[in-house]
């Protein structure tokens, strides 16, 4: 028994956890997502060796916070930027380990904003956290700018059901390259909003995304685009179709139709975004969030991503959203996986420059 007097798993357990963490945090996903290349093997080394996959990413997260404390200390703030970010990585993926809003997985999940926070004390591009009201609570993201420069737009950028805010670094980096802002939100059902305001997915999606939509344009009188990955292509898509302030709209490997998958990972994160184990009710509000363009019209220039090799997400399951914009583009790379881990700077690359033509015709 542990302290708290809950059963300590066997061996067994353990090794069986980590293999099914293993599949749903392949490594294109923890280096598309920001862990070091070294500490993917880490990983892998620790995992093998009978560490639970929660206390490796951990110890992960501990090692990198800490050698980023040393290198700030020391004045050098570029190593401490890149410390800090693998620290984020691997807290993040440390508490990906509970689909349910557990103590550890607060608890997790706090570090992994902490890593943020020390992040943006060192960060080249500036990085600020922002809340948004939305009722009783409170909407959280991260809001980036680029270096030095008024942004020519900004770009609402979340995941979906269990990659959040501060997990997209990577690709507000590369917008920043392109002088774009980019608002890193969590939205209904995820992160901090979820955990420590209660806001659950059972709210009008568009309205609580089009808080961020305010938000940017307080900043700075330019475009505002969004961009989705995962269930949160579905959000973007339907935010895009209810705000006429947005000027651009990317889905990256998003549902039009949600449904509850056969995988227990995915069950159980939709259980925890609605904040109910209920399945009719979660299949209640799948239909409730559904994409239809013969009701719902994308009056925007639309990117579409797609992974040809997506164990999870059809191109049959994108193609609603494409018909229901008049200006749309589907990039696809057939050996791609869910939201194209595997290709992720070319994505990023991709999708930036998308976003930047667009904004730049806009103005």
């Known amino acids: 028994m542990t302290r708290d007097g809950t059963a300590r798993a066997t061996r067994e357990e353990i090794a069986h956890a980590n293999q099914a963490h ?16 070294a500490d993917v093997g880490e990983l892998q080394r620790q995992t093998d060796g009978g560490t639970a996959w929660d206390r490796a990413c951990e110890a992960i ?10 290198a700030a200390a020391a004045g050098n703030s570029i190593t401490a930027a890149h410390q800090f970010g693998w620290a984020a990585a691997g807290f993040l993926f440390a508490q990906m380990a509970n689909n349910f809003d557990t103590d550890r997985k607060r608890e997790l999940y706090d570090r992994f904003t902490e890593a943020v926070q020390r992040l943006a004390t060192v960060s080249s591009n500036p990085l600020t956290r922002v809340e ?15 270096a030095g420069r008024e942004p020519i737009g900004t770009v609402i950028l979340f995941g979906g059901q269990s990659g959040w805010g501060a997990t997209y670094l990577r690709n507000a ?9 980019t608002l890193l939100a969590e939205g209904p059902g995820q992160g901090e909003s979820r955990m420590r305001y209660g806001i659950h997915l059972d709210v009008d999606v568009a309205d609580a995304f089009g808080r961020f939509v305010t938000a940017a344009l307080d900043d700075v009188d330019a475009p505002v685009g969004i961009w989705g990955n995962s269930v ?25 139709a949600p449904r509850l998958l056969s995988f227990r990972t995915f069950a159980e994160q939709a259980a925890a975004m609605l904040g109910t184990t209920d399945e009719a009710a979660i299949e209640a509000n799948f239909k409730r969030l559904r994409f239809d363009p013969s009701t719902h019209s994308i009056d925007v220039p639309l990117l579409v991503i797609h992974g040809g090799a997506d164990p999870l997400v059809a191109l049959a399951d994108q193609q609603p959203f494409l018909e229901a914009a008049a200006d749309a583009t589907l990039q696809q790379w057939d050996d791609g996986d869910h ?21 730049t015709r806009t103005r």
């Open 232 to 256: 949160g292509g579905l959000f973007a898509a339907l935010t895009a179709a209810a705000d006429a302030r947005l000027a651009a709209c990317c889905v990256n490997g998003g549902f039009a």
């Open 339 to 359: 939201t194209v881990y595997n290709h992720g700077d070319e994505r990023n690359d991709l999708v930036a420059d998308w976003f930047a033509e667009v904004f």
């Open 173 to 181: 980096e590369a917008l920043a390259q392109r002088g774009i802002a």
């Open 132 to 146: 948004v009201p939305v009722g009783d609570g409170r909407l959280v993201g991260w809001h980036m700018r680029p």
């Open 61 to 70: 997260g501990v090692a990198r916070r800490n050698a980023g404390d040393a």
């Open 22 to 37: 293993w599949r749903a945090m392949s490594t294109t996903r923890l280096l598309d997502c920001g862990m070091a290349y």
